[in-house]
């Protein structure tokens, strides 16, 4: 193509220039999210702050006004309560621990999501948009990172989206955090229009090109941030935007029908002429096809030759091999031929489901067809998987009929379709079921758990963020005597007592190891009194529930009651004493004790705690305003196996 | 004279940077704090307002937006509701090591969140204190302390206020030169005002707590033009009522941010000289001896004025 003949393209698109606009928008509302560390009822450390313009950033530290998550570290998945994975060969190498789905004003072709991170960043892992038909495309992913505590703005690289978004998904992996990380806001910047590059040869995308404008400044590639120097965002959009200018154009209507005349052999140059492709087809039809027709009627009649010496092996042997591949390669495998279809279908593959990595991708018509399969399905994972219209209640109904009488054990976290139908379901068809974790489903109503006074055989039952009543909950520990662990976390105040379920607990579940408590602000003495007699209690978690006054004997009382207990989580009893604690010493199990808030605790209790623990790993002493940073200090230096926490004051 | 060309500056600077709300201070000689807020819409009313006060000691008070020495205010919207508000942090807690303006300051603070979150129902005002109250309990690190609070909340579409009052800040409202509502002051006993706290763990018994739920509520609807002042008892317990309405009335149905910052300057001015005047008999003086104390003078005190006119 001639020079002149180039200029004048530029030319033509140059008009065009100004017919498409930037937008930068900050989260207008949060669809749902799989944890937050705050309460419903309050605003404080909750998913809602997200929203809106950064309140806090630049500053770095721990503010009220963040959204923080549930958890950091490894030392949830350390402690007595940990759930572990059913089919962990599904989970790609890092494994989202936490989501949060948050949703813009006006749709946009993303260009850059930049993320606020106000405290202890480093933890996301994964960005997804969604299209208009509900979708999901992922623009990034990542591994978590260790990066300086100082306040962050995120912005990784992009894929090329082509289609216009309002709704992302945030994954996190909290695994190699410090601390909680805190998030301010999350802003997304996009084009009104789809662009192209002008110059065709130019296959890189826009992400690409930023990070090379970036990366040529700052020469910062460790992070994949592409805007590293945060101090001035605004300056940022304004170089997008000349970048834009500079090397992109719009997709006009207007202008595609001279793009298909003229452009298309020069952008697609890899597609071969037509004559080309007609003697390729020509061929194919007169030698591969004759060749491939006779290939797939020989596999029919003599599958074990095909299957060259795999077939040697004994079925179970081959079982136990196919058994450690993950769910999509138990599909592909079944399309190589009729042998390994027959293989892949046995339903002793499909004892343990982990559906949860695919919940981008798992709709309606992949359940019911994986429901031929699992015949014998005892453990499955729904977590995550059927929101945005993937699939209905009706759905997951059927699926339990078809393959839920063995099903023992059965999670669907953050399934928002879960309601009373599907709990009435579960009741009736999985009579053996041992855990049900049932987070974040809202729309189960408290008829919804009546129905699960039905089941008599619940080791695990997790009702984090659900609207169950108390008078329902004591029924169904009354039933369940097996129970060991119970989370009742972020349930509605109003709809329950929880000193009523403690007592219940402390009547019918001797064997419970596990309470998580967390910000319920109905627990007093007379539930921590009654939760003693669990002697086999080894994790409780009672922070937040500590504004009643005066512990008395109740604390000691249940030290000495349980010595098992390996986490304790007691923060923001804000009058606990160096008394209160003395009978900790007994615990020589005790792995992890966050004290945070504690005002008055002395230097000297923790240095008993820490000689005679010998166990222990985590110690939590934030906001002990009576030890002071110089105690801080020499304890790390003489328990340096023990991580002891402290939320500096950066402010 | 200074004092005039400095508000002067601070107000042209605000109308210039024409926005909503802007606060700005100067710490070293006697200048008022001033903060200029507007807004204007057709026919739903909404509130014309301006702000000033002084802490009790200018020299040692720390200057922060939103707060006159232990004084605390806050003006804030959301759709149809325009909230406005003050707080007193009550001063005894200092001997205990506390700082009394954290606690007033975070009720504050956590109600304009609230509000612009959208957290609240425009029609109870007591429950933004509460929500705000148990915000409290929810922060890391403890603030103690206890405070007096007033919020007013302006509905946009019905032009009616719904106030609630815990303690001795209060609001007044006047119309053609009368005062047509009023708080009524909640005490215990004299000078000991009704009032939100958290005391430290294990002194809960030795501290006065009033629940939020136990907060003086009204509401009332409000005319075109209508005055309204929500102050901390630093002004009514130095200014006689009828200085306050004079002053107010001059503004009656005034749009003009910059007159109605005048005359909330001039009552912060007299609370402050009146504060400190020795011979004057205060409001607090005349009460005191009601009470059987010999009492004569101001009560000094931290002053914060919150100025409002009512344009529909």
């Known amino acids: 193509m001639s020079h002149h003949d180039q200029n004048r393209k530029i030319s033509k698109k140059e008009l065009n220039r100004s017919e498409f606009t930037v937008i930068e928008q900050f989260v207008d509302n949060v669809y749902s999210f799989s944890s937050q560390y705050g309460n419903n009822i309050s605003i404080s450390y909750t998913a809602p702050n997200i929203i809106g313009p950064p309140s806090k950033f630049p500053e770095y530290g721990d503010f009220p006004q963040a959204f923080a998550m549930r958890t950091y570290g490894l030392w949830w998945d350390k402690a007595p309560s940990r759930s572990i994975d059913y089919m962990p060969q599904n989970n790609p190498d890092v494994v989202s621990q936490d989501y949060i789905d948050i949703e813009y004003r006006e749709p946009v072709y993303p260009i850059r999501v930049s993320i606020y991170e106000l405290y202890n960043p480093g933890s996301v892992i994964a960005i997804w948009a969604q299209d208009c038909y509900g979708q999901w495309f992922q623009l990034w992913s990542g591994l978590p990172q260790i990066v300086t505590q100082q306040s962050r703005l995120f912005s990784p690289p992009l894929q090329l989206c082509n289609f216009k978004t309002k709704m992302l998904r945030l994954e996190f992996n909290h695994s190699l955090l410090d601390y909680y990380t805190e998030l301010d806001a999350v802003s997304l910047i996009g084009t009104s229009e789809m662009m192209f590059p002008k110059d065709p040869s130019n296959k890189r995308n826009l992400s690409d090109l930023l990070q090379d404008t970036i990366y040529g400044h700052f020469n910062n590639i460790a992070d994949h941030n592409l805007t590293p120097h945060y101090e001035n965002p605004q300056q940022n959009i304004n170089n997008l935007k000349v970048i834009l200018d500079e090397y992109y154009t719009t997709y006009e209507s207007n202008n595609l029908q001279s793009m298909l005349i003229s452009d298309v052999e020069q952008i697609y140059h890899s597609i071969p002429p037509i004559e080309e492709g007609l003697n390729n087809m020509q061929q194919f039809l007169i030698k591969d096809l004759p060749r491939f027709v006779n290939n797939v009627e020989a596999s029919s009649n003599e599958p074990k030759e095909l299957c060259g010496n795999f077939s040697i092996l004994s079925i179970e042997t081959i079982l136990k091999i196919l058994k450690k591949l993950d769910l999509k390669s138990l599909y592909r495998i079944s399309r190589v031929n009729k042998y390994f279809y027959n293989l892949a279908l046995d339903p002793l593959l499909y004892t343990s489901l982990n559906l949860k990595p695919y919940w981008h991708s798992f709709n309606a018509r992949t359940l019911h067809n994986l429901s031929l399969r699992c015949k014998y399905l005892r453990r499955l994972d729904l977590s995550w998987c059927g929101n945005h219209g993937m699939f209905s209640a009706t759905s997951i109904k059927e699926f339990l009929i078809e393959c839920g009488s063995l099903l023992t054990h059965l999670r669907l976290n953050c399934c928002k379709n879960v309601d009373d139908s599907t709990i009435y379901q579960i009741s009736v068809t999985c009579k053996n079921l041992k855990e049900l974790c049932l987070r974040n489903c809202q729309s189960i109503q408290d008829k919804g758990f009546e129905y699960l006074e039905n089941l008599e055989f619940l080791e695990r039952l997790d009702f984090y963020r659900t609207s169950i009543k108390t008078e329902t909950l004591c029924k169904i520990l009354q039933k369940n005597r097996w129970l060991r662990h119970l989370n009742v976390v972020g349930t509605f105040q109003d709809n329950i007592n929880i000193d009523i379920v403690a007592m219940e607990l402390g009547r019918s579940c001797p064997n419970l190891e596990s309470i998580d408590f967390w910000k319920a602000q109905t627990l007093t003495a007379l539930g921590i009194n009654a939760l003693a007699a669990c002697k086999n209690l080894r994790e409780v978690d009672f922070s937040w529930c500590g504004n009643t006054s005066g512990h008395g004997e109740t604390l000691v009382k249940l030290f000495s009651c349980c010595q098992f207990l390996e986490k304790i989580f007691l923060a923001t009893f804000r009058g606990l004493t160096d008394r209160d604690l003395k009978g900790l010493t007994q615990c020589k199990h005790l792995k992890q004790l966050d004290l945070l808030g504690a005002l008055s605790l002395t230097p000297e209790i923790c240095y008993e705690i820490l000689s005679s623990c010998p166990k222990l790993e985590l110690m939590d002493l934030s906001f002990c305003d009576n030890i002071n940073n110089f105690y801080i200090e020499k304890l790390r230096q003489e328990y340096p196996h023990v991580a002891i926490k402290r939320i500096m004051d950066y402010h | ?312």
């Not at chain 2, 205010?73 to 707080?87: D, L, S, Y």
């Not at chain 2, 719904?162 to 009368?178: C, H, K, L, P």
């Open chain 2, 1 to 312: 004279m200074q004092s005039i060309y400095w508000t002067g500056r601070l107000l042209s600077r605000a109308l210039w940077n024409g926005i909503a709300s802007y606060s700005t201070s100067c710490s070293s000689d006697q200048q008022p704090n001033a903060v200029v807020a507007s807004s204007s819409r057709r026919r739903e009313a909404s509130l014309i307002s301006a702000v000033c006060g002084f802490p009790k000691e200018l020299v040692r008070s720390r200057i922060r937006k939103g707060q006159f020495g232990d004084d605390a205010w806050f003006t804030a919207k959301f759709r149809t509701a325009e909230v406005i508000g003050v707080a007193d942090g009550v001063g005894g807690w200092r001997h205990y090591g506390i700082d009394p303006g954290e606690f007033s300051n975070f009720l504050m603070r956590t109600c304009e969140r609230l509000v612009s979150m959208g957290k609240f129902r425009p029609t109870e005002p007591a429950g933004l204190l509460a929500r705000s109250y148990y915000e409290l309990l929810e922060n890391k690190q403890p603030i103690l302390g206890s405070s007096t609070a007033c919020v007013i909340v302006l509905n946009k579409e019905t032009s009616s206020i719904y106030a609630a009052n815990i303690g001795d800040s209060g609001f007044v409202v006047v119309r053609r030169g009368e005062v047509v509502h009023r708080s009524s002051e909640q005490q215990h006993y004299f000078n000991t005002p009704f009032q939100l706290s958290l005391p430290p763990p294990g002194h809960s018994n030795m501290v006065l707590r009033d629940s939020p739920e136990s907060a003086d509520t009204s509401s009332f609807g409000v005319e075109d033009g209508d005055v309204i002042l929500l102050a901390t008892d630093g002004v009514f317990d130095n200014v006689p009522d009828q200085l306050l309405v004079t002053e107010m009335q001059k503004i009656e149905g005034e749009r003009d941010p910059t007159k109605i910052q005048c005359v909330a300057n001039t009552i912060a001015w007299m609370a402050r000289r009146l504060a400190f005047d020795d011979a004057f008999m205060s409001p607090f003086a005349q009460s005191a001896r009601e009470n059987g104390i010999d009492a004569i003078g101001g009560k000094p005190d931290d002053i914060t004025v919150l100025l409002a006119t009512v344009a529909i």
